[in-house]
């Protein structure tokens, strides 16, 4: 479909924008109210799928606990093999290390005492708001520019459309 380009304007004067305004604060009002019932309904049917699946996530948990006490206590057949294999899935025993810290504060200044720099984590990224005060020869010494634009916007009046309604 082509492009139509638009020339000029349908309003003709402050009024007609004013009762554009109106129209879109009744559109948002609308939407509002469509967008309240359709979230009633979405948390009516959460709520109705999480009783219905009740049940069965606790035949689950507790068929999972019953694989789990099985192997535990056959777990003399894990010595030479990881896993073991059965019709319908497989069970095993794996090695977890997990590295626990008490304190983060404390640990990222040991790490940085002991120059273990390559075991944090930092993320680099440049800092906007506070390019904002650097002069437009700077910026665009280190690959940046600064851009103003002129946005329209509009606000509607709620109270009043309220009292309109």
């Known amino acids: 479909m082509a492009r139509k380009r638009i020339e000029g304007t349908t309003l003709q004067s402050w009024d007609d924008v004013d009762a ?17 019932a359709q979230n009633e309904g979405i948390d009516q049917i959460k709520a109705q799928t999480k009783v219905s699946a009740q049940p069965l996530h606790d035949k689950k948990s507790g068929l999972e606990l019953a694989v789990k006490e099985y192997c535990e206590a056959n777990r003399m057949e894990f010595a030479k093999v ?30 940085k005492d002991l120059a273990l720099t390559n075991c944090i984590r930092t993320k680099e990224e440049p800092d906007k708001e506070a390019m904002k005060s650097l002069t437009d020869d700077l910026l665009a010494e280190v690959g940046a520019g600064r851009k103003v634009e002129n946005v329209f916007g509009y606000e509607v009046k709620l109270e009043e459309l309220r009292e309109a309604a």
């Open 20 to 36: 554009c305004l109106q129209e879109i604060g009744q559109a948002d009002r609308e939407l509002a109210m469509l967008e309240a």
């Open 82 to 111: 990881k896993t073991k294999e059965l019709t319908f899935g497989s069970v095993g025993f794996r090695i977890s290390t997990k590295i626990m810290i008490k304190r983060v504060a404390e640990t990222l200044q040991a790490l």
